[in-house]
């Protein structure tokens, strides 16, 4: 693994030096580490691994010191060489600023000391590829890309469960931003800088993706700009990994991976190697659309079934990779994606990671568009004559037509968060029900969704769409799938490019029309179009299927994974944290038994992560 850390003490460190060496070193067990200890009272690390820029530099002019942490990847061929980055970046810093971070191309992780007012900032990349966890206390403020370099902090020295966390894990599979499973720790959010002079913290975002000033441009003048800024992000990312052999890409047969493949292969020059996972499942099986996009573009392609003793014996190394537990079941297919990629000679692979999200890809936003009609008829008869007309019928004829319709407008007339996240595990059994007395107490009002409310309120937005776009970048994106894949790829010996993410081709999706990215119900119409002259017809009209393992399915059908889901759920020893009702947990494995449909296995899965967690994490920990 790979990253920076950083210790700002209160003098009271008695082996400054010898802490930063550990905490670096804490980051990762391959790679190299180096340190940089500023004075009695603060230093930096970085810890490096192939693929990633990186490196600490220390600036005296007169009585002004000025130092850089930096790990990641700069797209700028002025910015190419490590040292030469941290140069320039120094100089930008002495001439503009911390805000001189605006016009980085890249992703990074990043510290600045200035002791002209004794400040120390920190800041993420535009979607924060690469990470950042701090934290302090009396003894001083840490921080760290991941969990295990903080671990070796004195600061902050109590590691206290965070209770809200526990829940955010069991119904979401991860814990949004800015909270971790440890009430003392925080995480830094994208496009972030944080500011620490003495005593005062203050966060504020330096960059975020704005979607109210829609282009008025034509739809393939709009196309013209997208096709070209996606070309310019695999390009620049392309010449920085050396345009090698050892370059491959995800490929699902998705449009997004394909579209990655497809540029990517003109950009090369020649084709490139994809990879792909399988499963047994057909329910859950793609391959044969990777390799109708594999053959279209002359790829030479690879392929791996996962299987269910794959997944028992991955999923101690998934817990060992992520800093708090974390229940997306497709880390495990992404680890294996990514070690057959290792496997044959490739070092770099392309991700289409943010594409759905940019450009309306997600099945929720059809979903969604259903209960527009209903608001399209004139308020006084939505409210005079439909609604209650509906009411009177469902409850004076028992048919399923009148229920459905009552059920459609119930939900119509909700708020928009409430109506995305009615058929989540919280919203369907009530968390009281589930809870231990105790710990629901702790929970202190918890509510599932207030991350989601959050950014969906504070969206830079005008339309529904935009607002769902803008909080799935943020969560999907920031929280989940970006956590997943780094560290599954980096666990495998991989670095991962995600050129969606550029920050070029981001600021022009979000100048396309939100009515152009959907029409009707009709989703990524506006880029299915832009590119229907590279991607197979078979891609384009599929319809979303998304990279998910059976995991559902397994556990109630492999008799290994059946055992461990009981263990680690229904154990005395789990049942003893006093997180959950005995009764509440031996009704869902009940209720999986008999129902088909995921719910209930995704749910018992992160329970089993978290469980996991705990084992490997807390059970004997200095906390």
């Known amino acids: 693994m790979s990253g920076l850390c950083g210790l700002w003490s209160r003098g009271n460190e008695p082996d400054l030096a010898g802490t930063i060496e550990s905490m670096a070193r804490g980051l990762g067990p391959d790679g190299r580490s180096e340190t940089l200890v500023l004075g009695d009272s603060l230093a930096f690390g970085v810890h490096h691994v192939p693929g990633f820029q990186g490196g600490l530099l220390e600036r005296r002019r007169g009585d002004r010191t000025l130092a850089i942490a930096f790990h990641g990847n700069l797209y700028e061929d002025t910015l190419s060489s490590d040292t030469g980055a941290l140069e320039a970046m120094l100089d930008r810093f002495e001439h503009s600023g911390i805000d001189f971070l605006r016009e980085l191309q890249g992703e990074f992780a990043i510290a600045i000391w200035d002791s002209r007012g004794q400040t120390l900032s920190l800041a993420t990349d535009r979607f924060r590829v690469h990470p950042l966890l701090y934290g302090g206390d009396a003894r001083g403020f840490a921080f760290a890309s991941r969990m295990r370099g903080l671990d070796r902090a004195p600061a902050p020295g109590q590691r206290t469960l965070h209770p809200p966390a526990i829940m955010d894990v069991v119904a979401s599979s991860y814990i949004p931003t800015p909270e971790t499973i440890y009430q003392e720790i925080r995480k830094l959010p994208p496009g972030h800088v944080l500011t620490r002079s003495q005593s005062r913290i203050t966060t504020r975002p330096y960059w975020d993706i704005d979607f109210r000033e829609p282009s008025g441009a034509s739809e393939n003048a709009l196309a013209g700009e997208v096709r070209e800024a996606f070309r310019e992000a695999i390009a620049r990312r392309f010449r920085r990994d050396g345009g090698s052999d050892r370059i491959g890409a995800f490929l699902s047969g998705g449009v997004d991976s394909s579209t990655v493949t497809g540029v990517l292969t003109q950009v090369a020059g020649r084709p490139v190697h994809t990879f792909s996972i399988g499963f047994g499942e057909e329910r859950y099986n793609e391959m044969s659309y990777a390799r109708i996009a594999a053959r279209r573009f002359g790829a030479e392609h690879h392929e791996y079934f996962v299987s269910p003793r794959d997944t028992v014996e991955a999923l101690p190394l998934v817990v060992e990779e992520f800093d708090e537990p974390f229940g997306n079941a497709s880390a495990i297919p992404t680890y294996f994606c990514a070690r057959l990629a290792r496997e044959h000679g490739v070092e770099f692979l392309y991700a289409g990671d943010g594409g759905d999200e940019l450009f309306g890809g997600n099945e929720r936003y059809a979903f969604d568009r259903v209960f527009d009609y209903y608001h399209r008829v004139p308020p006084f008869l939505r409210d005079a004559v439909l609604r209650p007309g509906v009411e009177t019928l469902a409850r004076a004829i028992p048919h399923p037509l009148f229920t459905r319709a009552r059920n459609y407008v119930a939900k119509a007339c909700l708020p928009p968060v409430a109506r995305m996240t009615a058929y989540t595990f919280l919203k369907v059994v009530p968390i009281a029900e589930v809870a231990d007395p105790a710990f629901l107490r702790s929970l202190n009002g918890y509510?599932?969704?207030?991350?989601?409310?959050?950014?969906?309120?504070?969206?830079?937005?005008?339309?529904?769409?935009?607002?769902?776009?803008?909080?799935?970048?943020?969560?999907?994106?920031?929280?989940?799938?970006?956590?997943?894949?780094?560290?599954?790829?980096?666990?495998?010996?991989?670095?991962?490019?995600?050129?969606?993410?550029?920050?070029?081709?981001?600021?022009?999706?979000?100048?396309?029309?939100?009515?152009?990215?959907?029409?009707?119900?009709?989703?990524?119409?506006?880029?299915?179009?832009?590119?229907?002259?590279?991607?197979?017809?078979?891609v384009t009209a599929k319809t979303k299927h998304g990279f998910g393992l059976p995991i559902a399915i397994w556990l109630r059908t492999d008799p290994e994974l059946n055992a461990m889901m009981h263990d680690l759920v229904l154990a005395p020893r789990s049942l003893a944290r006093g997180f959950f009702r005995k009764e509440a947990l031996e009704r869902l494995v009940a209720d999986h038994r008999v129902e088909e449909e995921p719910f209930y296995g995704t749910v018992l899965w992160n329970l089993m992560v978290l469980e996991l967690w705990q084992r490997r994490f807390r059970d004997g920990s200095r906390a």
């Open 447 to 538: 509510d599932s969704a207030r991350a989601m409310e959050r950014h969906y309120t504070n969206a830079l937005g005008t339309t529904d769409l935009d607002r769902q776009l803008y909080l799935d970048l943020k969560l999907a994106i920031g929280d989940n799938d970006l956590y997943k894949v780094s560290r599954m790829t980096e666990r495998a010996g991989v670095a991962v490019r995600y050129p969606f993410l550029d920050g070029g081709l981001a600021e022009a999706a979000a100048r396309v029309p939100a009515a152009l990215k959907m029409r009707g119900r009709k989703l990524r119409v506006f880029f299915k179009r832009a590119y229907r002259d590279l991607l197979p017809p078979e």
